[in-house]
């Protein structure tokens, strides 16, 4: 058994900036890339604050990226839209892997996120547990 880790910081203004930026009358680029439809919803709902729970999402992205690089065969197989954060119903994150290889999914035993912000920064940290 092994343990991987990960972590990321990101400011708040630059997510903000790049969904404000990438933004038409029909789509914005940058959330339809990064972000499921149910993280789109939860951040959206935050109001004011829907900035600083993007970006959250966006270092746990990274961070997991980080933390199972040793696992993937290639960089390329895993993207932005394969990992989703929700909170669960105690509001703690929870990372749930979608269209994932089954060599991948069956690499992770267990996966831990936690995540912090405040108004210029936002920071995650993933631990993951793997037989590999």
């Not at 600083?52 to 839209?81: G, M, N, P, T, V």
């Not at 954060?85 to 992770?108: A, D, H, R, T, W």
Request: with cysteine; aromatic share 10%; charged share 30%.
């Amino acid at each position: 058994m092994s343990i991987y880790c990960g972590t990321d910081i990101i400011e708040v203004e630059r997510i903000e900036k790049a969904i404000k930026e990438h933004s038409n009358e029909t789509e914005n680029i940058f959330l339809n890339k990064i972000y499921t439809r149910k993280e789109i919803e939860y951040c959206e709902s935050r109001g004011r604050v829907k900035y600083q729970h993007f970006a959250a999402r966006f270092a746990a992205k990274e961070a997991i990226f980080k933390a199972i690089s040793s696992l993937l065969k290639d960089k390329y197989e895993i993207s932005w839209q394969n990992a989703e954060i929700l909170n669960n119903e105690n509001g703690k994150p929870e990372v749930i892997f979608k269209n994932i290889s089954k060599e991948l999914e069956e690499k992770i035993i267990h996966i831990d996120i936690s995540l912090s912000h405040i108004k210029e920064y936002a920071v995650a940290m993933v631990v993951v547990e793997s037989d590999v």
